[in-house]
């Protein structure tokens, strides 16, 4: 009985208001975000083809000192740094972490899609490191257990954010 008392104090129509606000709040968001034209800053300057191995403009931000990786990232990050100390011939110390982070990527290419390939359209959990040496940004992808590739032109979507035990 007290459950109905505060149901009927407070009104269906109270709860109806909260909830078409909430409603209008998210489809607000969701117009602003599919109107924004947003292209992931990593991926093209303006009018140009996403890829991500390019120069650094002076607007680009500059990469963090101190980057937190999450736990578990350690391992594949010092991976990244390894292969793109190999491929562009300079000493793993002067790579810098621009970030390093856990996602989801939207199928099972882990967002670096190969032209001529099709890929299963399934969510595939996996980690997004972006590194930074001699003033270019390189983005390394990883899903599953797989080590992390270097991804030359990345899908223009946007990972979606994961950390191990989400489901």
Avoid at 46 to 71: F, H, N, Y
Avoid at 120 to 147: C, F, M, W
Wanted: hydrophobic residues 35%.
């Amino acid at each position: 009985m007290a459950v109905k008392e505060r149901m009927s104090s407070r009104g269906f129509l109270g709860n109806a208001t909260q909830l078409s606000r909430l409603t209008a709040v998210a489809i607000a968001t969701l117009i602003a975000t599919a109107c924004s034209g947003h292209e992931n800053a990593l991926n093209a300057a303006p009018g140009e083809p996403p890829t991500m191995v390019r120069e650094l403009q002076p607007t680009d931000p500059k990469p963090a000192p101190s980057v937190v990786i999450p736990k578990g990232l350690e391992r594949l990050v010092e991976l990244a740094k390894q292969d793109l100390a190999s491929r562009i011939g300079v000493d793993v110390k002067v790579i810098k972490i621009v970030s390093a982070a856990y996602v989801s990527w939207r199928d099972a290419s882990a967002g670096c899609p190969e032209p001529g390939y099709e890929y299963a359209q399934v969510l595939t959990n996996g980690s997004l490191i972006v590194l930074h040496a001699e003033g270019k940004i390189y983005q390394y992808h990883s899903a599953g257990d797989r080590p992390p590739i270097l991804c030359e032109n990345p899908s223009p979507e946007t990972p979606m954010p994961y950390g191990p035990g989400d489901t």
